[in-house]
T-cell receptor, first 116, second 113 residues
Framework: GAVVSQHPSWVICKSGTSVKIECRSL??????MFWYRQFPKQSLMLMAT?????????EQGVEKDKFLINHASLTLSTLTVTSAHPEDSSFYIC????????????FGPGTRLTVL | RKEVEQDPGPFNVPEGATVAFNCTYS??????FFWYRQDCRKEPKLLMS???SGNEDGRFTAQLNRASQYISLLIRDSKLSDSATYLC??????????????FGRGTSLIVHP
């Protein structure tokens, strides 16, 4: 149980295009989903916290107009990287916290974004 | 000062060795503590939660010291497959009621034959 999927797992795009990443909790409902970014040999950096039905809370330094987050249901959150540039190339990982559960997070497999 | 600090390592140990990692956190209001394991280019996977009373799972033992604000992970009889990055995660409740996780940068473990 407690499986989280992400789609796509890998994407290459041209500079200036927008990329949407989906995060789904497959067998549980998630009150909260988190979006992280991880650069090579660095730790996960929390970008934003997404609560179902409300606006996402962004961490300091993360542009909310560039990284659009939508959490339309208890099983789906999306992150859209708008007008992507090469410096946005990174490993994007989502995690979900179960409704009524502990603070344990269940991670998706990640999306590797490369912007040319 | 970073909220969650870990020695990045790498810790390079032979098979069968015992190795210990520490992690310190700065927010005394932190409530939940976890160790995650992350393999190269993969997502983190929960290794174990950490409780004040300490907990053990096979070769792995985790401890929490709230007074000193650190958590530890002990790995006994290291296996080659234990080679990975071990992430310390601290969750803190914000005034609005939400819980925010903070990751350490991870400690790299390399177990060699």
């Amino acid at each position: 149980g407690a499986v989280v999927s992400q789609h796509p797992s890998w994407v290459i795009c041209k500079s200036g295009t927008s990329v949407k990443i989906e995060c789904r909790s497959l067998d549980f409902q998630a009150t909260t989903m988190f979006w992280y970014r991880q650069f090579p040999k660095q730790s996960l950096m929390l970008m934003a916290t997404s609560n179902e039905g409300s606006k996402a809370t962004y961490e300091q330094g993360v542009e909310k107009d560039k990284f659009l987050i939508n959490h339309a249901s208890l099983t789906l959150s999306t992150l859209t990287v708008t007008s992507a540039h090469p410096e946005d190339s990174s490993f994007y990982i989502c995690s979900a916290r179960m409704v009524g559960g502990t603070n344990e997070q269940f991670f998706g497999p990640g999306t590797r974004l490369t912007v040319l | 000062r970073k909220e969650v600090e870990q020695d990045p390592g790498p810790f390079n140990v032979p098979e069968g060795a015992t190795v210990a990692f520490n992690c310190t956190y700065s927010n005394s209001a932190s409530q939940s503590f976890f160790w995650y394991r992350q393999d190269c280019r993969k997502e983190p996977k929960l290794l174990m939660s950490v409780y004040s009373s300490g907990n053990e799972d096979g070769r792995f033992t985790a401890q929490l010291n709230r007074a000193s604000q650190y958590i530890s992970l002990l790995i006994r009889d290291s296996k080659l497959s234990d080679s990975a990055t071990y992430l310390c995660v601290v969750t803190t409740r914000l005034p609005g009621g939400s819980y925010i996780p903070t990751f350490g940068r991870g400690t790299s473990l390399i177990v060699h034959p």
